[in-house]
Antibody, heavy 122, light 110 residues
Framework: EVQLVQSGAEVKKPGESLKISCKGSGYSFTSYWIGWVRQMPGKGLEWMGIIYPGDSDTRYSPSFQGQVTISADKSISTAYLQWSSLKASDTAMYYC???????????????WGQGTLVTVSS | EIVLTQSPGTLSLSPGERATLSCRASQSVSSSYLAWYQQKPGQAPRLLIYGASSRATGIPDRFSGSGSGTDFTLTISRLEPEDFAVYYCQQYGSSPRGSTFGPGTKVDIK
């Protein structure tokens, strides 16, 4: 069974750093692109970027380029999303999700993590 | 960047009725790389349709997708109580600039 399990909720202060995780199981982790999606409170879905764990090739939405870093450790089948200096506007639910076809960079997300709620408040 | 517009913003219908949701792109979506998702409160989105018209695994056949180019439609033939949710379209064919989601259509009970 394919599963993506995300790390737990975080409460941080502005200016702090954060790294959240997404562990894949039940499939070949290195063969599928994994993406991150932001959902701000009461709002819609925003595509942030994707990574191919096989070689760490990464693509970002222009809206998120330079604001976050996406990485992966294929040895432990885990993808990451990190911030070096959080802002209150980073408060949101963050989902990881797997692209539907192996190796293909263009794809819908067929399996989703449960989400990680990040709250940034002074 | 391809911008997606969904209409209507809210659709109020009764169980058993037919729902027709629209997704329009600011430019042509290559290879019909258009997907639809359902999201219920407190849950992660669920993939319904990909490639504009292919149902994802386990999705009931009352859900169907159609369209090409810039105009796409999600149809729910007969609404079940569990279908009341928010629906998002997504285009994923504009690499390397990535993918975008539409703003969503809420289907609620009339």
């Amino acid at each position: 069974e394919v599963q993506l399990v995300q790390s737990g909720a975080e409460v941080k202060k502005p200016g702090e750093s954060l790294k959240i995780s997404c562990k894949g199981s039940g499939y070949s982790f290195t063969s599928y692109w994994i993406g991150w999606v932001r959902q701000m409170p009461g709002k819609g879905l925003e595509w942030m970027g994707i990574i191919y764990p096989g070689d760490s090739d990464t693509r970002y939405s222009p809206s998120f380029q330079g604001q976050v870093t996406i990485s992966a450790d294929k040895s432990i089948s885990t993808a990451y999303l990190q911030w070096s200096s959080l802002k209150a506007s980073d408060t949101a639910m963050y989902y990881c999700a797997r692209l539907i076809s192996p190796h293909m960079i263009a794809g819908a997300f067929d399996y989703w993590g449960q989400g990680t709620l990040v709250t940034v408040s002074s | 960047e391809i911008v997606l517009t969904q209409s209507p913003g809210t659709l109020s219908l009764s169980p058993g009725e037919r729902a027709t949701l629209s997704c329009r792109a600011s430019q042509s979506v290559s290879s019909s790389y258009l997907a639809w998702y359902q999201q219920k409160p407190g849950q992660a989105p669920r993939l319904l349709i990909y490639g504009a018209s292919s149902r994802a695994t386990g999705i009931p056949d009352r859900f169907s997708g159609s369209g090409s180019g810039t105009d796409f439609t999600l149809t729910i033939s007969r609404l079940e109580p569990e279908d009341f949710a928010v629906y998002y379209c997504q285009q994923y064919g504009s690499s390397p600039r990535g993918s975008t989601f539409g703003p969503g259509t809420k289907v609620d009970i009339k």
